[in-house]
């Protein structure tokens, strides 16, 4: 490989190269069995997992809130504190069970979680109604946090995470997929929602 410097650092010529990659996704990663799967890392084909970026968007939503004081937003009578936990206690329960019915529909198409090798495409459960129900979840567990915590930090620093998966992880997802299910994706695709009802 070779390197440029730039401003002092070494600086590999085809970096540019290889963040493109990381956008637009080709069946190259295996695991042990020779099953394809797309690899998650700095250098993969996508750079950070998911629910670490989710993780983080609320580390950042907490420490603003803590750094530039909460900024509550939640209208009364909502901001009582009881009913702030009630409606995080029902975002919980829901991504328990978004993520269950997940599970389950997966099992059953032998079908691979969190970048594991993929045996088929799921159209049940939750996938009749989106492509990514558990991005959804998640994002309604971020709506959950912000308004427990009634913090507009929260509420804005939670847009990280649907943001990042709509730009860099969605996008290698399909095109993976359409590389390995050529004849069944594309019908998927055009059925149903990225995420949920229009969007």
């Known amino acids: 490989m070779q390197e440029e410097e730039q401003g002092g650092m070494p600086v590999p010529s085809d970096l540019m190269g290889n963040m493109m990659k990381r956008l637009f996704a080709e069946v190259r990663s295996t695991d042990a069995d020779g099953n394809a799967v ?5 250098g993969g084909d996508i750079p950070l997992f998911p629910p670490f970026v989710g993780l983080g968007s609320l580390v950042v939503g907490l420490l603003l809130a803590r750094i530039l004081g909460r900024r509550p937003f939640v209208p ?6 009881i009913v702030r936990v009630a409606i995080f206690a029902a975002a919980v329960g829901i991504i328990a069970q978004v993520k269950s019915a997940c599970d389950s529909e997966m099992a059953k198409q032998n079908a ?12 049940t459960g939750p996938y009749e109604y989106s ?23 929260l509420l804005l620093s939670g847009l990280l995470f649907p943001l990042y998966v709509h730009t860099l992880v969605i996008p290698v997802e ?12 594309p019908a998927f695709l055009a059925t149903r929602p990225r995420w949920f009802g229009p969007f």
């Open 174 to 185: 399909e095109a993976f997929l359409s590389k390995l299910f050529p004849d069944s994706y």
């Open 76 to 81: 009364a009578p909502l901001n009582l504190l």
């Open 112 to 123: 691979g979680v969190n970048f594991t090798p993929v045996g088929g495409i799921v159209t």
């Open 38 to 42: 797309i690899s998650v890392g700095w």
């Open 131 to 153: 492509r990514n129900p558990l991005y959804v979840a998640v994002c309604g567990l971020l709506l959950g946090c912000a308004v427990l915590f009634d913090s507009a930090w």
